[in-house]
């Protein structure tokens, strides 16, 4: 049977911090009046304008990790306070195609940090499938294993660069799909193929056993995995325990291109319309204060599209950015009234690769992949550079080599 988690998590009975808690039981969509704010102590004069902490201008967007949490109002806290980077994070991880590419460069470079561990992890779509191997490969066989399964993944999926690679993550957006293949192909008229070879290659990276298994000598994150239940559009999420490669490819169904997958009864389309990827609940499951979004979806575009593809292509980035905007504001608001420790930091792939909003998430070029790859392990490592409390960036430690993309 799926999992729907609703609740904390409870690991032991002590260890969900007091931010999950008080975000669980605030309804943040309340009507009732805030309560009155707390006076606050006689601040110092503020600093001269020049002395505010702010980026440089440049031509191009720069490549930084944006502090989602940083215009909320929170008391101050101590500069350097606690520590950096964090040594336990929970993981947001966006679905987009191969715009996916730029999350597993983002999780590489985390897993080469010894002192940082993974709490939960939620997903939708392609964001789902980088979800499950990271977390498989931290149960099975640790961070090596982790940042082997993720490589072999994406490597063959380059080399490979068939319709099945793009089916594995999501590659066919509602809008795009019709656009790309035309009115013919729809669910239920036509099938490339069913599911059981997308099956098969999933299992080939992914040990859905291990993902389920508490006896597991390595801890595997908790993982929150999203597919949207048409029979009433819900998000559904599905917990360590109901994981298996159904639920990996609901989460990835594109309803114009396959057929809904069905699970214990109940059909559903990909994650991405419900969540993408599901924030607040992410935050009641978490056992630690810290959360990072990475972000694969462009949310600007300085140009208007004109022609069918481009508006489809737009279209397609604004729905997908939609739900993920309403939750950051809603733990935005939760951070500033019932759970100031909250933290949450966001990587957001748009920031280091210009133009992005014009490239099509289908684009399975190996020169692309190795751009997107290689954008999210640098965009890591500024996240990692960055001070604790301001966001400053501090200096950059030295690149690790990366895996050969031949």
Same mark, same amino acid.
């Given at each position: 049977m799926s999992e729907t988690i609703d609740g904390t998590h409870d690991d032991g009975g002590s260890q969900s911090t007091a931010a999950s808690r008080l975000l669980l039981t605030t309804n943040i969509w309340s009507d009732a009046p805030s309560p009155p704010p707390v006076p606050k102590p006689a601040a110092s004069p503020a600093p001269p304008p020049d002395s505010i902490t702010q980026a440089p201008p440049v031509q191009a967007p720069p490549a930084t990790a944006e502090a989602v949490t940083a215009l909320a109002p929170v008391a101050p806290a101590p500069a350097n306070s606690d520590p950096w980077p964090p040594r336990k994070i929970s993981l947001a991880l966006q679905g987009g195609g191969t715009?996916?590419?730029?999350?597993? /460069?983002?999780?590489?470079?985390?897993?080469?940090?010894?002192?940082?561990?993974?709490?939960?992890?939620? /997903?939708?779509?392609? /964001?789902?499938?980088?979800?499950?191997?990271?977390?498989?490969g931290l149960a099975e066989?640790?961070?090596?294993?982790?940042?082997?399964?993720?490589?072999?993944?994406w490597l063959r999926l380059m080399h490979e660069a068939s319709f099945r690679s793009?089916?594995?993550?999501?590659?066919?957006?509602?809008? /795009?799909?019709s656009v790309a293949f035309g009115p013919t192909l729809r669910s239920g008229q036509f099938d490339p193929f069913d599911l059981d070879p997308l099956r098969q290659a999933l299992s080939r990276d992914?040990?859905?056993?291990?993902l389920r298994d508490t006896r597991c000598?390595?801890?595997?994150?908790?993982?929150?995995?999203?597919?949207?239940?048409i029979r009433d559009g819900q998000q559904q999420i599905f917990g360590n325990e109901a994981v298996t490669a159904d639920v990996a490819l609901a989460s990835t169904c594109p309803p114009l291109v396959h057929c809904a997958v069905e699970i214990d009864g109940e059909a559903y389309w990909d994650g991405g319309f419900g969540g993408n990827p599901p924030l607040i609940k992410l935050a009641q499951q978490s056992t630690t204060a810290d959360l990072l979004l990475v972000q694969v979806t462009p949310t600007r575009d300085n140009y208007v599209p004109i022609t069918l593809a481009a508006i489809d292509r737009r279209l397609?980035?604004?729905?997908?950015?939609?739900?993920?905007?309403?939750?950051i504001a809603a733990i935005e608001w939760a951070r500033s009234h019932t759970a100031p420790a909250l933290r949450l930091s966001r990587i957001a792939a748009e920031d280091s690769i210009e133009g992005l909003a014009q490239r099509s998430s289908t684009d399975l070029g190996r020169g692309f992949i190795r751009l997107l790859h290689r954008s999210g392990r640098e965009a890591a490592e500024r996240w990692l550079g960055q001070a604790a409390n301001t966001g400053v960036s501090q200096a950059m430690r030295g690149r690790a080599a990366e895996p050969a993309l031949a």
């Open positions: 715009f996916a590419a730029f999350t597993w /460069g983002v999780l590489e470079r985390l897993l080469e940090e010894p002192s940082i561990e993974f709490d939960s992890i939620s /997903g939708a779509s392609a /964001g789902a499938i980088n979800a499950l191997l990271l977390a498989g066989g640790g961070r090596e294993a982790a940042r082997n399964r993720l490589n072999r993944f793009l089916m594995l993550i999501g590659g066919f957006s509602p809008a /795009g799909s992914i040990n859905f056993a291990a000598p390595r801890r595997c994150p908790k993982l929150l995995i999203a597919a949207t239940r397609d980035q604004i729905a997908a950015n939609a739900a993920l905007n309403a939750e």
